[in-house]
């Protein structure tokens, strides 16, 4: 992607993939060498101002005449000079910038970073990119499973909810409005029931649950059963159970199990529609302050 942004092109790794792979089969057929590519072998080309695929094309053609007329001359020619040609042309790939960016922004893919940098170093490069890809895996399997969960309140004099531990909101007594940051997931779903059960438990007037959908990009069936179980208890408590802001590609799945069928609630197309439906003050709360003169 360097060479690509320094060029003011973009890489394809599909079409370098089918390249290789085109090539591989033509000198199968051929009976030629394999045919493979390198970040090492890219930057000494790009540095020697290869701009187009002809360079690849000389390239070959070069390497053609050397092997046939010229390898007497390279004989004597030391491995040492042709790595330290190959380590000044990758040195410039070193970003050692990028990995205190990555340190501040996420700690997770740091940790992601270095692993892969040095099982690479010490091991392997195949080696360091599977361990690379688990621990990636791992720590979005973590992030999954531990969603970002948020009671959320109207910010006065706007028709906009967010969080209430970040913002100074407004909250309903009788309608508790929450968020899921999150896909309702098989690895998320009982934390997120067990999140509701406690709020219910802490909030004794409520007639009305809303969940904010804006989020929610992908229900699994273990998530559909969390929305039905929640459903359930909350009618047994006598409170209505709501979805607002639901995605289209997630609606149309509810609606094949007919889930609409038993909500006790409604699904409304915004939030600020389903709380002002439901609390008379939050209506007057979202007329919006008119500018000082």
């Known amino acids: 992607h360097n060479v690509g ?4 092109g973009r890489i394809h790794p599909n079409q370098e993939l089918m390249g290789l792979g085109a090539a591989n089969i033509a000198s199968g057929l051929g009976g030629g060498f394999p045919v493979t590519g390198g970040f090492s072998r890219s930057v000494v080309n790009f540095d020697a101002g290869a701009r187009t695929p002809l360079a690849g094309v000389m390239t070959a053609v070069m390497i053609a005449l050397t092997a046939l007329f010229l390898t007497p001359l390279f004989e004597f020619l030391p491995k040492a000079v042709l790595a330290a040609t190959i380590i000044v042309a990758v040195l410039s790939l070193v970003d050692l910038k990028a990995i205190h960016r990555v340190w501040v922004f996420s700690k997770s893919d740091f940790v992601a970073m270095t692993t892969t940098i040095m099982i690479v170093l010490g091991i392997g490069v195949e ?4 361990a690379g890809i688990l621990v990636s895996i791992s720590f979005l399997l973590a992030k999954v499973a531990r969603p970002h969960f948020a009671v959320i309140g109207q910010i ?4 906009h909810f967010r969080n209430a531990d970040r913002h100074q909101v407004l909250k309903s007594e009788k309608v508790l409005a929450v968020r899921l940051d999150e896909m309702l997931y098989f690895l998320n779903s009982h934390t997120f029931e067990d999140a ?3 709020l ?3 909030n004794k007037n409520l007639t009305d649950l809303v969940l904010l959908c804006t989020a929610i990009n992908e229900i699994d069936a273990s998530g559909l059963e969390v929305l039905e179980s929640i459903n359930e208890r909350l009618d047994s408590q006598g409170i209505r159970f709501h979805l607002s802001e639901v995605k289209g590609p997630v609606m149309d799945r509810l609606d094949r199990v007919g889930f609409k069928a038993h909500l006790t609630g409604q699904i409304f197309l915004s939030h600020y529609e389903a709380m002002c439906a439901l609390d008379p ?3 007057s709360n979202g007329h919006v302050r ?4």
């Open 281 to 283: 003050d939050c209506e």
């Open 156 to 159: 006065p004099g706007t028709q």
């Open 127 to 130: 080696a360091g990119i599977i």
């Open 290 to 293: 008119s500018a000082r003169p």
């Open 200 to 202: 219910l438990n802490t």
């Open 5 to 8: 942004a320094g060029g003011r």
């Open 196 to 198: 509701v059960n406690q």
